[in-house]
């Protein structure tokens, strides 16, 4: 891959400024890296977010696309988002080089560990779309695991969280019928309501209890009738 940074003249630098491109000029890209998604990498995609994530923790990594600034390579460089279905943020990364140039074809790729693509997600306040369109979406929860170097438990198939968001509705009089993600990586709450004060009743309650909002956001509250 080309070499993305390169050292710059300056005359007068502040501290911070120092620190930044320390930061950046103490990267190296692995010059064996030639694009291609390796087979644990690619495994892990098809197999979905939870192995995603562990694929990461334990070392693979991503290419970020970067938006050309003009071969200004002292800039803080730019990383493209794009509006998900509904409403959000998605942050575009891929495992090989050649999904990415069909996607972005004037953009420049930069691999990226785990860890740091997460956090640049985080600080985007986006979700990470692995190989968009159509790919692998990591909500917030996933990427807090992922940064902090943890494996991810999805919220459909965590038991813990059911029995919480069960007892949660059971207290509104309420049935929980099913927790699921959908393709933009938000987690929807179903549950059964005897009348619809008893649904708003629920839907505040689990709206407002943390546990339920830091595993599952974004979050969807969805009841039906009983």
């Known amino acids: 891959m080309n070499r993305l940074w390169q050292r710059c003249e300056t005359s007068t630098m502040e501290p911070s400024q120092r620190e930044k ?5 103490a990267w190296r890209p692995d010059r064996s890296d030639d694009g291609s998604a390796s087979t644990k990498l690619a495994a892990a995609v098809e197999e979905g977010p939870s192995q995603l994530v562990c694929a990461l923790v334990e070392g693979e990594r991503l290419l970020i696309p970067i938006v050309p600034r ?6 803080t460089p730019l990383f493209p988002t794009f509006p998900l279905a509904d409403g959000g943020a998605g ?10 140039q069909t996607v972005f074809p004037s953009h420049r790729p930069i691999p990226f560990t785990g860890r740091r693509v997460a956090l640049l997600a985080i600080s985007q306040d986006a979700r990470l779309v692995v ?12 990427l807090l695991a992922l940064a902090a170097g943890s494996r991810w438990l999805p919220p459909a198939i965590d038991e813990s969280l ?16 099913s927790i699921a993600t959908n393709t933009v990586g938000a987690t929807e709450i179903r549950f059964r309501a005897p009348n619809q004060p ?15 909002v830091a595993r599952c956001a974004p979050l969807r509250l969805i009841p039906t009738n009983a």
């Open 21 to 25: 491109l320390s930061r950046r000029l």
């Open 70 to 75: 003009n071969g200004k390579e002292c800039e």
């Open 198 to 212: 008893r649904a708003v009743a629920a839907c505040q309650v689990l709206g407002k209890d943390e546990t339920t």
């Open 91 to 100: 942050l575009a990364a891929f495992t090989r080089l050649s999904a990415l």
């Open 162 to 177: 059911r029995v919480r968001v069960s007892e949660l509705c059971k207290q509104q009089e309420c049935e929980l019928i």
């Open 131 to 142: 190989d968009p369109p159509g790919g692998v979406v990591l909500p917030p929860s996933a």
